[in-house]
């Protein structure tokens, strides 16, 4: 979207448009529900020790700022940290069938003041990568952020080698921004980070694209996709 602007009746300088909306509001202890994956607040308990026995630790922190742990304690020490911090939220990704702790997400660099904020920190069990419930996880996540919190700004970053990370933005919705180039340093190696955001004038038609896919009727017997949720 092109940044849109008036000219200011003082100075004749083009500035921004006025916004009308007040401030974002603050994410919550919530339970979002999803035919396939129910999203609930991070419980140290009940979902650390389920994440310390995941497969495949060393591909899926690759790319995160923390992990993979050698003993439990290790990680609820991580995990406590992280829901000890006023601007994030972090939540576990549950089965709805099953009841399995598959992965978790956060809200990240939360911002009610400007309405924005980050959606990272994703692990995502290898039982949920590629399936109906981890895109379904990502439209749950972000219609809360929209439609019920009330943010104008919603962001994916990663490293910009996480080849997986950048195409599940782009497929999701997301525009990309740029590069910010030695943005940080994580595990002592250099971070190149790709930035991506989706607006909330942008939302109404990807939440239309995330539905349609979602819709039984976009899968087969099998439980294949007859349409890729980029083609819609």
């Known amino acids: 979207m092109d940044t ?16 009308l909306c007040g401030a974002a509001k603050l994410p919550e202890p919530v339970t979002l529900k999803g035919q396939h994956i129910i999203i609930v607040p991070f419980n140290l308990d009940k979902h650390s020790g389920s994440l310390f026995h995941i497969e495949n630790k060393e591909q899926l922190y690759a790319y995160l700022p923390s992990g993979p742990f050698e003993t439990l304690d290790d990680q609820i020490v991580s ?3 992280m829901m000890a911090r006023t601007d994030q939220m972090l939540y576990a990704l549950i089965d709805s069938k099953s009841g399995d702790v598959l992965g978790h997400a ?4 939360i911002d009610p003041v400007n ?7 994703i692990l995502f069990a290898p039982k949920l ?3 109906q419930a ?6 749950l996540l972000a219609k809360y952020a929209f439609e019920i919190l009330g943010y104008r700004r919603y962001e994916w970053k990663c490293n910009t080698l996480n080849a997986p990370s950048k195409q599940a933005a782009i497929r999701f919705g997301f525009t990309f921004e740029g590069i910010f180039r030695q943005a940080a340093i994580v595990k002592g190696r250099n971070r ?5 955001s989706m607006l909330d004038d942008e939302w109404p038609a990807h939440k239309k694209r995330f539905e349609a896919w979602l819709a ?3 899968f087969d017997a099998t439980g294949a996709q007859r349409k890729s949720l980029v083609k819609f």
């Open 106 to 109: 956060a809200y990240l660099r």
């Open 79 to 81: 995990h406590k940290a």
């Open 134 to 139: 981890a895109t379904e996880a990502m439209y």
């Open 129 to 131: 990568q590629r399936t």
């Open 192 to 196: 190149d980070t790709a930035w991506y």
């Open 115 to 121: 309405a924005s904020m980050e959606i990272g920190n």
């Open 216 to 218: 039984p009727d976009n």
């Open 4 to 19: 849109e602007f008036v000219i200011d009746t003082i100075t004749g300088l083009p500035v921004g448009i006025p916004v």
